[in-house]
């Protein structure tokens, strides 16, 4: 992918801009999350975990180097030349806030991978922000979907089956049509996750259970939910 491969850093940091190979500029929050969402959407189109990996490469880079001490993150990071300060965007526009696409990820990788400390931060942040939430309106329309994660059952939709048999494509793409906001999708082989799926991304049953991943021996693509909720 071209943004991972010009823009990021070895440090793991992000470039801001890029022409014809040549980077400048110190990338902000949006976009680290913004990129880390665009992952997190790739891994439920494609069976290949190093989108996973990166995103949360990605959101726990921003989280240590754009945190703000009173909860959310800041604009620009740490290390970020700002002469007038650090500044705190929240509002949703015409495209969400980085605040608010930082929390919904969050949540996304904690129903994906159940690392409860992505949940909890996420959890942490809206709870800092209740005041504003409760006089906000549709300029905070997407914490309001990521509040609606916290306060429901999110769920980690497995899907196992052959990868590109169209049976098995059926049933990712009928999920996909109608794309939850209460969930997410994981696609493993029919004959269980992998080792590297498994240590990036919790596959509830599908590398124990290879039976019931391949629909009980009778070749048969798989589905099932699972309640990634934490607290």
Not at 70 to 83: K, M, V
């Amino acid at each position: 992918m071209h943004l991972l491969e010009v823009h990021r850093r070895p440090d793991g940091s992000l470039w801001r801009t890029s022409v014809e190979g040549r980077t400048a500029g110190e990338g902000v929050l949006d976009d680290y999350a913004f990129l880390a969402a665009g992952l997190v959407a790739m891994h439920q189109v494609a069976w290949d975990p190093r989108w996973l990996r990166a995103a949360q490469e990605l959101i726990d880079h921003a989280r240590v180097m754009f945190a703000r001490p009173g909860g959310g993150w800041y604009l620009a990071a740490t290390d970020g030349e700002t002469p007038l300060g650090r500044t705190l965007e929240y509002f949703d526009s015409v495209e969400p806030s980085g605040n608010a696409v930082m929390l919904n990820v969050l949540l996304d990788l904690a129903a994906i991978t159940g690392e409860s400390v992505y949940r909890d931060e996420a959890r942490a942040t809206l709870e800092a922000f209740a005041g504003l939430l409760t006089r906000g309106g549709p300029e905070l329309a997407w914490w309001f979907e990521a509040a609606g994660k916290v306060l429901w059952p999110h769920y980690d939709v497995v899907i196992a089956g052959i990868p590109g048999a169209a049976e098995t494509e059926a049933l990712r793409e009928a999920f996909l049509r109608r794309l939850p906001p209460g969930a997410v999708l994981t696609c493993v082989p029919a004959a269980g996750a992998g080792d590297e799926q498994i240590d990036v991304a919790w596959v509830p049953g599908a590398s124990t259970c290879p039976s019931r991943a391949c629909g009980a021996g009778r070749g048969k693509p798989t589905g099932w939910p699972a309640d990634s909720s934490v607290g």
